[in-house]
């Protein structure tokens, strides 16, 4: 039986890196088959080593998906999914992160559109498209004398009849974190506990610029910012970068505390006894300095002797409701309530992504 597949061939000086995609793919393929949110996580089916005169490339093995979710929404007006589809596709992520969180014990710490795939709508689709390619267009480099092939990533118009049959499927492993397995190059201490930075810039969880130690909750705090992307393809935090595109830790507090009021005494007690610590490993920041700690890394602190922050210049006059113009008034209350049990200071009063399946506002009359 033939079966297309999708290969992600990986450069040969990042063979650990790969190595390590391979290893928790495999343990999140096998940890629970039954459990219905293993389909959800696009894992690889397979792997393989090939040599180039470079050294050995790890090639991982995949099923082909039609395109990330950031590519469906520009299908739509203004990128704006239909509110039911929305809803549905939320509801199967946190399927998948209940999953992950809770049977294999992973934190993915990169969740963003582009690490979210959506499946084929109808099987021909990728069949018809391969009947219709040409053989493929290439050209030689001048620098390097390799053969480079043209890229083919839009498999064409959706089949609007066949769009209930599409599935969002969580993506691209290379980042995440075993919680069960203590381990000191991630900088676990002790058992689900972790130090080190993760996650994208706008989707960064206050416990991790902080340095208070992350678990699975830096995952739907991630998932929750999130949100504002898949509903309205917009950003939540508006001012996480500053003028030279670098990542602005202070700024980034800003805005939460204009969102969310000011951080509890509890989370920045916890920051000053994890900022006396070093990390297992130092680490560069984006700006080249190696860090032992997150104050170092995020430039901080952030808040003074009194735990009054320091930057008060920096806050918005913005609030949570106001940022939600993509939704109609009927929806708005059953979103912030639903974004509110994610989006919180201290992780341990987020929801999990089991609690969250729940919410009213996933309901189709929500």
């Known amino acids: 039986m033939t079966m297309l597949v999708a290969l992600k061939i990986t450069n040969s000086n990042n063979a650990d890196d790969a190595r390590h995609e391979r290893d928790i793919e495999s343990h999140i393929t096998h940890q629970n088959p039954e459990h219905r949110g293993r389909t959800i996580l696009r894992t690889c089916l397979d792997d393989f080593e090939v040599t180039s005169p470079e050294g050995k490339h790890v090639c991982?093995?995949?099923e082909v998906m039609r395109e990330?979710?950031?590519i469906l929404q520009r299908r739509?007006?203004?990128?704006k999914l239909p509110l039911p589809i929305a809803k549905a596709y939320i509801y199967f992520l946190l399927v998948g992160l209940d999953y992950l969180h809770s049977e294999c014990k992973v934190v993915h710490?990169?969740?963003k559109l582009g690490n979210i795939l959506m499946s084929f709508e109808n099987e021909d689709i990728l069949?018809?498209?391969?009947?219709?390619?040409?053989?493929?267009?290439?050209?030689?480099?001048?620098?390097t004398g390799r053969t480079i092939y043209r890229c083919h990533n839009d498999f064409g118009a959706l089949d609007g009849?066949?769009?209930?049959?599409?599935?969002?499927k969580i993506a691209d492993f290379g980042l995440a974190t075993r919680l069960d397995k203590p381990s000191t190059e991630n900088g676990i201490v002790g058992e689900q506990f972790c130090i080190q930075p993760i996650q994208p810039d706008y989707y960064r969880a206050p416990e991790v610029i902080l340095g208070c130690g992350w678990d699975f909750k830096a995952d739907i705090w991630n998932f929750g910012v999130l949100l504002w992307n898949i509903l309205g393809s917009k950003e939540l935090f508006q001012q996480v970068l500053d003028t030279n595109g670098q990542y602005d830790a202070k700024s980034?507090?800003?805005?939460?505390?204009?969102?969310?009021?000011?951080?509890p005494d509890t989370l920045l007690a916890r920051s000053k006894t994890m900022s006396e610590y070093k990390w297992p490993r130092s680490l560069m920041n984006d700006t080249g300095e190696v860090c032992n700690n997150a104050q170092e890394f995020f430039n901080g602190p952030f808040f003074d002797a009194e735990d009054k922050f320091r930057?008060?210049?920096?806050?918005?006059f913005r609030n949570l409701e106001h940022t939600i113009p993509f939704l109609e008034d009927k929806d708005r209350a059953a979103f912030l309530s639903f974004v509110r049990k994610m989006l919180t200071w201290l992780p341990e009063e987020r929801k999990t992504a089991r609690e969250l399946m729940d919410h009213p506002f996933l309901s189709l009359g929500g």
């Open 109 to 111: 710490t990169d969740l």
């Open 60 to 62: 991982l093995v995949y």
């Open 252 to 263: 980034h507090l800003a805005e939460m505390i204009a969102l969310l009021g000011p951080p």
């Open 161 to 168: 009849r066949e769009i209930k049959n599409m599935v969002p």
């Open 68 to 70: 990330p979710l950031w």
């Open 127 to 143: 069949t018809d498209f391969i009947k219709r390619q040409e053989p493929m267009r290439c050209k030689v480099s001048g620098e």
């Open 76 to 79: 739509f007006v203004d990128r």
């Open 311 to 316: 930057y008060n210049a920096l806050i918005p």
